[in-house]
């Protein structure tokens, strides 16, 4: 059976990437019959990667609920990594109805109306405690009206073969329980920061000596004040590396790779940042370093979208296997 699957703030495609690397493994067939972004410089990267094939920009623009069946084609699996929204204390109630207005609403009202066999949706960890975890309440409320939905899971991607502190929280559904869903467990793969690290990176990525000093200082002046901020200085030796944001490109204070003895660190490149996430050297980066340091920092770790998927696909054909026995 081919997979058909929509992608929904597709950012540049890593919960797909991770999705068809699954499907590839379980030798499955995919079809993306509808892509969803807004951000012309996500888009450009997307396209250059993946193609144009049935590419949409802006999905609250489609409207009405008939235009919505007209333009999205049927599809087994849902994937949006979506934009956490607050929703009002009424949301407890409501339910559905307080997410209009939201992003999430059109995640909710597509999944009502094609009624696909499942979904995952990614986000930041935060979500779980964002309005004293009345959103998440809310989303899991309206989730659950139509899907068997078990507790969402906080998974990082330095369990997963990727040498980055990166925590995100993932929700996946089915139309059918069969049995519980399990998540993922972490991997015993040993990783370092230098699995990473380009072997000749150029000298623009070393940085100024007044920023250095600048970063110095102020991490400084955060310890006196009792907390933890100010910059990360890793090497190839270091088993995982700070979270990536997608502020990355101001100054890469959160990841700084050091080049010896009193030498300035550098930023990672790019390249690093792809890698650093799970993406394959093949994955094209078309734009310019501020908007890939941006579009990295805003992407998912691959390696755990993979595994995660492979245990959605196996849920899938244990339902279909059941279903034909009964």
């Known amino acids: 059976m081919k997979y058909k699957f929509i992608d929904l703030f597709a950012g540049i495609g890593g919960i797909r990437l991770g999705f068809e690397n699954a499907a590839k493994s379980e030798g499955i067939e995919t079809n993306c019959v509808f892509s969803s972004e807004i951000d012309k410089y996500c888009i450009q990267t997307y396209i250059t990667n993946f193609g144009k094939t049935n590419f949409y920009g802006d ?65 930041v960890k935060h979500l779980k405690g964002h309005d004293k975890g009345n959103t998440l309440k809310v989303i899991l409320k309206s989730l659950r009206k139509n899907y068997y939905v078990p507790d969402p899971k906080v998974l990082n991607a330095k369990d997963f073969g990727l040498p980055q502190n990166r925590e995100r929280i993932f929700i996946v559904g089915f139309k059918k329980k069969m049995n519980d869903f399990i998540f993922p467990e972490k991997k015993s793969i040993k990783v370092k920061v230098g699995d ?22 102020r991490k400084i002046q955060h310890k006196l004040k009792g907390n933890g901020f100010g910059y990360g200085l890793f090497d190839k030796e270091s088993s995982h590396t700070n979270t990536i944001s997608a502020r990355y490109y101001k100054d890469g204070s959160e990841v700084l790779i050091s080049r010896g003895k009193n030498k300035n660190p550098r930023k990672l490149t790019e390249r690093e940042c792809a890698r650093l996430q799970g993406f394959p050297d093949t994955f094209k980066i078309p734009v310019s370093t501020v908007q890939a340091y941006k579009q990295f920092g805003n992407s998912v770790p691959v390696n755990v979208i993979e595994e995660i998927c492979s245990e959605i696909i196996n849920y899938i054909e244990l339902s279909r296997k059941k279903s034909e026995v009964a």
């Open 196 to 217: 990473i690290l380009e072997k000749k990176p150029d000298d623009k990525y070393t940085i100024s000596t007044r920023l250095w000093t600048g970063h110095k200082r």
């Open 59 to 123: 999905i609250t623009k489609l409207g009405s609920n008939e235009n919505l069946i007209k333009t999205i084609p049927n599809f087994n699996i849902l994937f949006a990594g979506f934009p956490c929204q607050p929703f009002s204390q009424a949301g407890l109630r409501k339910g559905f109805d307080d997410t209009r207005g939201t992003l999430f609403f059109w995640i909710d009202k597509i999944l009502n109306l094609k009624k696909p066999d499942a979904f995952l949706l990614e986000n």
